[in-house]
């Protein structure tokens, strides 16, 4: 047990805005002993399941997001 909220939750969102124009290291987050939090994604058959939660501050008008799967990235079911 913990009292630390982390990134299981949205309030312990992960700030990657350190990340912007850069990357995290290969297969650095996971959903494993993750539960579910929040709303499930409109497009979802079920859940929520396994919920990760990641904020960024945006440093100009335009922003690309690419998220990286399949060996050694990792594996990503997302909806954004």
Known sequence: M???VDYNFYEGAVDVT???????????????????????GAAWDSGPNYNRWFKFTATTNYMKVQLNTGAPEGTCNILI
């Open 2 to 4: 913990s009292d630390v």
């Open 18 to 40: 350190g990340l912007i124009n850069g990357c995290s290291a290969d297969a650095a987050y996971t959903t494993v002993n993750a539960s579910a939090d929040k709303n499930k």
